[in-house]
């Protein structure tokens, strides 16, 4: 595997072209999601510095907090509850430009200004985790955000 992430001082979009195939190459042989979980929410955080980057795992009908880098955060979270249970609900991904304004969402961190969720899927399409990304800035992910970090989840068990 790659001993360490090199990036680039560029745009968005160039950051996360030069961070995928990094991911990919440390994920490849590794067939343990927690680890891959772990080092994914690290390269991550080192590419973009955000509040709060980790997982969230589907465990007997739950979301169990997974691996992650940031502040302490909330543990377990029920289906239909907060972005990341509405966004394992709907399956799809959420993108919220300001969390004050999302009914129902859960304030692990008082500092999380937006967010944005992404469904994670096994070979039959259930949905097994979640990807949750906060920010302590209002509006900082768009529509380069979901692409990117919906290829990432595709590369992800
Ligand atoms: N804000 C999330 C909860 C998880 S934390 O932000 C880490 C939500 O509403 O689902």
């Known amino acids: 595997m790659a001993e360490e ?14 961070l995928v195939p990094q991911i990919q190459s440390v994920i490849a042989d590794e067939p ?10 690290a390269m991550l955080w080192q590419t973009f510095h955000w509040w709060w980057t980790g ?7 739950m979301l ?11 543990t377990r979270i029920r289906k239909g509850k907060g972005v990341c249970g509405t966004a394992w609900q709907k399956d799809e991904t959420l993108v919220v430009p300001d969390v004050e ?10 500092a999380s200004r937006s967010e944005i ?8 399409g259930r949905v097994t985790a979640v990807l949750d990304i906060d920010s302590d800035q209002l509006n900082a992910f768009d529509d380069t955000d979901r692409l ?9 068990k």
């Open 5 to 18: 992430l090199t990036i680039s001082n560029g745009t968005k979009e160039e950051r996360y072209a030069e």
């Open 148 to 156: 990117w970090l919906e290829r990432i989840a595709a590369l992800m």
């Open 64 to 74: 169990v907090l997974g691996p992650f880098q940031g502040p302490l955060a909330c």
């Open 55 to 61: 997982f969230y795992r589907v465990q007997d009908n």
């Open 32 to 41: 343990d999601s927690i680890a891959n979980m772990a080092n994914v929410a």
């Open 101 to 110: 304004q999302f009914p129902g969402h859960i304030a692990c961190s008082s």
């Open 117 to 124: 969720v992404v469904p994670i899927h096994n070979a039959e």
